[in-house]
Nanobody, 125 residues
C-alpha cells in the first residue's frame, strides 16, 4: 500500500504561480511508479492534469494546462512536483497526486492504484 501526501496548495492571485509536491508517507520508492496529478471541483469528475513516467523521461498534459504547468520528479528525493504558472480562476480545485505501476503512461483515472488526500488550490481573480 502506497500512501501519498500532497503539499503546496494555497490561495494565489490570477497570473501567479504555485508548486505542488507529492511524496510517500513511508519508505515506498516512487521511482517504480508513473505518477500523475488530477484535479477536482465540487460536483464534477476528477480530471487528468499531467503525468510523468517513472524515469521522468516522458510527460503528458491536459490541453487546458499545456504550456502553463510542468510536472517533474526527483527520484533521489522521492518527490513529484507540479509547477503551475499563469494560474487562472478556473484552475481552482483540489489537486490529487496518484501513482500507477505500469510502463505505459495513462491519463485514465481508473488506472491509478494509489491516491493522496488532495491539496486545495484557489486562484482569485
Amino acid at each position: 500500500q502506497v500512501q501519498l501526501v500532497e503539499s503546496g496548495g494555497g490561495l494565489v492571485q490570477a497570473g501567479g504561480s504555485l508548486r505542488l509536491s507529492c511524496a510517500p508517507s513511508g519508505r515506498t520508492p516512487l521511482s517504480i511508479y508513473n505518477m500523475a496529478w488530477f484535479r477536482q471541483t465540487p460536483g464534477k469528475e476528477r480530471d487528468f492534469v499531467a503525468t510523468i513516467s517513472y524515469s521522468g523521461s516522458s510527460t503528458r498534459y491536459a490541453d487546458s494546462v499545456k504550456g502553463r504547468f510542468s510536472i517533474s520528479r526527483d527520484n533521489a528525493k522521492n518527490t513529484v512536483y507540479l509547477l503551475m504558472n499563469s494560474l487562472k480562476p478556473e484552475d481552482t480545485a483540489v489537486y490529487y497526486c496518484a501513482a500507477h505501476n505500469s510502463y505505459a503512461l495513462t491519463i485514465t483515472r481508473a488506472s491509478y492504484d494509489y491516491w493522496g488526500q488532495g491539496t486545495q488550490v484557489t486562484v482569485s481573480s
